[in-house]
């Protein structure tokens, strides 16, 4: 028998941590039930999937859609669209053929030839940041401009355009913090800087992501089309950018806070890449408010019927705490094996940078703990500021002396 949830009662999201590294306590709580009704941002109302399973299996659920410009669907905000494109199908058979095109393109090969060009620039960083004044700020010393750098070398996009960037993916991915005009005429300029962009390469195709991307073909001979290159570069250069900066600056603070952990880093390096999957599925950057997604059909998920025409966000987080899934899932441990999280969501969309990330983030921490045996944060952790305003909820300063 299966039961239709509620929206009374219905919890705000995204919940808010108790301290700078600390979950959620609602995610020790929430797996009780399958399907847990929230209020967003926006004021509409969402149900969250809590389960690991349940998310793996909405995620491939043909009923349900990516598509959030359809009457009736739930916002993430009042005054931000985020990547909602009514130009741009986020479903089959569309971002099928788009996806396949992307993946042509953005190569495992490509990014593992931008590992040591990585290895370098990770070098020079933390040469400047050693030379610089003390205490450091790992953000500002590493982890923006490592990503930013590496993105706009994957894409081709000059180096020196970095700050303007950095002010418009802050806009793109505000909640709450700017508004709807500021958010709006951020948007506007992305575009158009974007726009010139794809031009460019179109004239002078060079050897990088953009210019493979206005290449390649699909088996039809049909490749992306002008609107679709920029909106794809746009995905690539936010996404890429933001999220790793913050998920590194978030990760070296939380091995920070546990230097026994960063000792071992030291002494045993093939564990680099274990712990960045570990830090992956505990540190998730802020919430699931960006895996909203609308049912076309009624599904049942857990034995709870959800009718069509209802919002639904499958949380990573609290499927990445899933005790039938991970042993022991609020124990960070840099040895978990088998350490199969979602951070990176699942399925179709599974993320496609997903290869550069992890390479950054496995450069950058194997640098820092052997550069930096002695790296320490400047102020308790409980001090350190988080985001709370953005979609990504990176820490705003990491001071550090060594």
């Known amino acids: 028998m299966t039961m239709s949830p509620t929206s009374t009662g219905a919890c705000p999201y995204p919940f808010k941590r108790p301290s700078a590294l600390e979950q959620p306590q609602e995610l020790r709580t929430i797996r009780r039930d399958p399907v847990v009704p929230v209020t967003l941002p926006s004021g509409d109302r969402a149900l969250l999937i809590t389960r690991y399973a349940d998310l793996r299996s909405v995620l491939s659920d043909e009923r349900v859609s990516r598509d959030l410009t359809r009457p009736g669907t739930a916002r993430m905000t009042k005054d931000n669209v985020m990547f909602q494109d009514p130009h741009i199908s986020p479903d089959p058979p569309e971002h099928t053929r788009m996806r396949r095109l992307i993946t042509k393109a953005f190569t495992p090969r490509r990014v593992e030839e931008l590992r040591p060009r990585t290895e370098k620039v990770v070098a020079g960083l933390l040469d400047a940041m050693e030379a610089g004044p003390r205490p450091g700020d790992l953000n500002e010393a590493l982890a923006f401009p490592l990503t ?60 990088d992501l953009i210019s493979a991307m206005i290449a390649v073909q699909d088996d039809d001979t049909s490749g992306l089309s002008e609107y679709e290159l920029v909106y794809w570069t746009m995905l690539l250069l936010i996404a890429g950018y933001e999220t790793t900066a913050g998920q590194l600056g978030s990760s070296m603070v939380m091995m920070l806070d546990r230097p026994q952990d960063m000792a071992r880093l ?51 987080e609290s499927a990445n705490m899933d005790p039938e899934v991970f042993p022991s899932p609020e124990t960070f441990d840099i040895t978990r094996k088998d350490n199969h999280h979602v951070t990176f969501s699942t399925g179709i969309h599974f993320c496609a940078g997903a290869a550069l990330a992890r390479m950054e983030l496995q450069v950058a921490l194997d640098a820092v703990v052997r550069r930096f045996p002695g790296l320490r944060l400047a102020v308790p952790v409980e001090e350190l500021p988080r985001n709370e305003g953005a979609l990504i909820q990176n820490f705003l300063r990491i001071p550090v002396e060594w």
């Open 148 to 207: 930013i750098r590496m993105t706009c070398e994957l894409l081709g996009v000059p180096i020196e355009d970095q700050d303007r960037f950095r002010a418009w993916t802050d806009h793109f991915l505000s909640v709450s913090r700017f508004t709807g005009e500021e958010i709006g005429r951020a948007r506007g300029e992305l575009i158009a800087y974007v726009q010139e962009l794809v031009a460019a390469k179109r004239a002078e195709p060079g050897d």
């Open 266 to 316: 030291r002494d045993r390096p093939e564990l680099v890449p274990p712990a960045v999957e570990e830090l992956l599925r505990l540190q998730v950057m802020g919430s699931s408010l960006s895996m909203l997604r609308y049912v076309k059909e009624d599904i049942e998920v857990g034995g709870v019927l959800i009718p069509a025409g209802s919002s639904i966000i499958p949380s990573i």
